[in-house]
């Protein structure tokens, strides 16, 4: 997707990673690590995981390919956000859930079914339906969520979700 890789972070990000004031951050399938060093720059402790190496300064880099099937690489560690952005492989959903702190934050934002007519994603296996962020993340208190069809910098037709994870009592 080559929308992954664009320099500047995403307005989505920008929006909703300014809930994110400490803790470390999870930077999913992070490309060249546009958010990553966004968050650095904010003074934020980043982690960010690729299947191809990066070099990220002041993050720490973590090189796994996340749909080999051989398991979440963090175990049973939490962050304060995750972050993953033009990036869609629905088996991560559940490990996502797991590995937020209490409170912390996902932002979420990647392409759902109209987009192949626009570009890349096209194949349906890695388009959202509509509704599917929303419904994979119900069970966390969900503060935004937007879906359809954007101008920025080209057309593109996403789904956008930023939830918090509810305090286990």
């Known amino acids: 997707m080559s929308g992954h890789d664009i320099g500047a972070p995403s307005p989505w990000v920008v929006r909703w990673g300014s809930l994110i004031e400490r803790g470390d951050v999870l930077d999913v399938a992070c490309g060249s690590g546009r958010h990553s060093k966004w968050f650095v720059e904010k003074g934020i402790d980043v982690v960010a995981v690729d299947r191809v190496p990066q070099s990220i300064p002041g993050a720490r880099f973590v090189q796994a390919d996340l749909e080999t099937g051989q398991g979440w690489p963090f175990g049973a ?27 912390g934050v996902l932002i979420y934002e990647t392409f759902m079914l109209g987009n192949e007519r626009y570009g890349k994603p096209s194949n349906p296996l890695f388009l959202l339906q509509a509704g599917e962020l929303l419904a994979a993340f119900a069970d ?28 286990k009592v």
């Open 77 to 103: 560690r939490r962050f304060a956000g995750i972050v993953v952005t033009n990036y869609l492989h629905r088996p991560l959903f559940a490990d996502l859930r797991a590995s937020l702190a209490p409170d």
């Open 140 to 167: 966390l208190h969900v503060l935004a969520f937007e879906q359809g069809r954007v101008q920025s910098p080209k057309t593109a037709v996403i789904q956008r979700l930023c939830a918090i994870a509810k305090e």
